[in-house]
T-cell receptor, first 115, second 113 residues
Framework: DSGVTQTPKHLITATGQRVTLRCSPRSGDLSVYWYQQSLDQGLQFLIQYYNGEERAKGNILERFSAQQFPDLHSELNLSSLELGDSALYFC??????????????FGQGTRLTVV | QKEVEQDPGPLSVPEGAIVSLNCTYSNSAFQYFMWYRQYSRKGPELLMYTYSSGNKEDGRFTAQVDKSSKYISLFIRDSQPSDSATYLCAMSFSGGGADGLTFGKGTHLIIQP
């Protein structure tokens, strides 16, 4: 168990809908990362938050957004969903944004199916 | 050219064999290199974390980084059926600072009992 908790584990929704994925980082970790894993693209970095602030953006679509709350949990919001958004969404956390102990630990993921 | 190339396999070896997994990359600015193991439908699990060139050993696992060749390797000694999984290499510019990890697509490893 990595200590990173993601809910829900599975989500099935229709095209055009909006969903929210939730992540609780490991105790004490300030950085949260979101990744998307699909069969054709592999694991793709979406966005990073550090202590409530956005720190880095990767291949995140404009239809997607995220935030990190004062208690450090994070949510990834996916809107106007398309069939191609079906994927595994992972959250990861690490201790620091600019330190040396920065191994990232992953949650078990949320499997999103858009029908 | 993708930033990180990794042979998807599958790579099938008999139990007890030494396994060699490799990645090449194109961006010389990468400084931190990781190997993750992912079982089917589970989250990636960190195996090895190294900075810059050199070797690092942890139990049956050895990670090697050759920055001059832009080539990283993971060796698994005395392979076990429980090592069967997908192995992902990953790298970053700032060790998890203000950037995410760039992953290879993973090598599917099968250890035959």
């Amino acid at each position: 168990d990595s200590g990173v908790t993601q809910t829900p584990k599975h989500l099935i929704t229709a095209t055009g809908q909006r969903v929210t994925l939730r992540c609780s980082p490991r105790s004490g970790d300030l950085s949260v990362y979101w990744y998307q894993q699909s069969l054709d693209q592999g694991l793709q970095f979406l966005i990073q938050y550090y202590n409530g602030e956005e720190r880095a953006k990767g291949n995140i679509l404009e239809r997607f957004s995220a935030q990190q709350f004062p208690d450090l949990h994070s949510e990834l919001n996916l809107s106007s969903l398309e069939l191609g958004d079906s994927a595994l969404y992972f959250c990861a956390s690490s201790a620091h944004a600019d330190g040396k102990n920065t191994e990232a630990f992953f949650g078990q993921g949320t499997r999103l199916t858009v029908v | 050219q993708k930033e990180v190339e990794q042979d998807p396999g599958p790579l099938s070896v008999p139990e007890g064999a030494i396994v060699s997994l490799n990645c090449t990359y194109s961006n010389s600015a990468f400084q931190y290199f990781m190997w993750y193991r992912q079982y089917s439908r589970k989250g990636p699990e960190l195996l090895m974390y190294t900075y810059s060139s050199g070797n690092k050993e942890d139990g049956r696992f050895t990670a090697q980084v050759d920055k001059s060749s832009k080539y990283i390797s993971l060796f698994i000694r005395d392979s076990q059926p429980s090592d069967s999984a997908t192995y992902l290499c990953a790298m970053s510019f700032s060790g998890g600072g203000a950037d995410g990890l760039t992953f290879g697509k993973g090598t599917h490893l099968i250890i035959q009992p």
